[in-house]
């Protein structure tokens, strides 16, 4: 079944550590998305990429890094330099730059805390 | 820019109501608007769609009507269940544009 792949479900880091979360997605897709979700405040674009080898900071760059090295993979990750790393990270992709018709697909999800 | 503003919650409905969430957006041309569903744990899905003025969305039971003159995109459906119990995010897009524009998500829970 195609889709989109999060690991892990859940995962912890300590304070000063570096984390990646993974995102794999085999509906040959070439725009992929990371969102972060807190309690109430909807989704936030953290980073997105429209083709292989690129990528662009969304509206909360701050503390974060993605590579695109392959169409399929959009990893994330979240550096010592996020102040607030706690929160639900959704991975995303579209079949072409989101427009007027296009649907995005998501991951399930992974949930990060801070111990 | 661009927002999207939906009514707050949470909701709560005993089965077989009548459900209307709300949703506004602000938006310079003409964007396309979305209603997602976020069961519990998941992520999200498309649960509906509409890409111009006037037209509806509609899938499990859940409509919306994209209506230009007074910006709003809201969502209704004529009888819950329990099942439909989950967090509903409004959205929009434009061509062009390399994002999805979210509202906070309104949590509905249906009784029994």
């Known amino acids: 079944d195609g889709g989109i792949t999060q690991s892990p479900k859940y995962l912890f880091r300590k304070e000063g550590q570096n984390v990646t979360l993974s995102c794999e997605q085999n509906?040959?897709?070439?725009?992929m998305y990371w969102y972060r979700q807190d309690p109430g405040q909807g989704l936030r674009l953290i980073y997105y990429s429209q083709i292989v080898n690129d990528f662009q900071k969304g509206d909360i760059a701050e503390g974060y890094s993605v590579s695109r090295e392959k169409k399929e993979s959009f990893p994330l990750t979240v550096t010592s330099a996020q102040k607030n790393p706690t929160a639900f990270y959704l991975c995303?992709?579209?079949?072409?730059?989101?427009?007027?018709?296009?649907?995005?697909?998501f991951g399930q999800g992974t949930r990060l805390t801070v111990v | 820019g661009d927002s999207v503003t939906q009514m707050e919650g949470p909701v709560t409905l005993s089965e077989e109501a009548f459900l209307t969430i709300n949703c506004t957006y602000t938006?310079?041309?003409?964007?396309?608007l979305f209603w997602y569903v976020q069961y519990p744990g998941e992520g999200l899905q498309l649960l509906l769609k509409?890409?111009?003025?006037?037209d509806k969305g509609s899938n499990k039971g859940f409509e919306a009507t994209y209506r230009k003159e007074t910006t709003s995109f809201h969502l209704e459906k004529g009888s819950v269940q329990v099942s439909d119990s989950a967090v509903y995010f409004c959205a929009l897009s434009k061509g062009g544009s390399e994002k999805l524009v979210f509202g906070k998500g309104t949590k509905l829970t249906v009784n029994p």
């Open positions: 938006a310079t041309g003409y964007p396309s």
């Open positions: 509906l040959n897709h070439d725009a």
């Open positions: 995303a992709s579209s079949s072409r730059y989101l427009g007027q018709d296009t649907e995005a697909f």
């Open positions: 509409a890409t111009k003025a006037d």
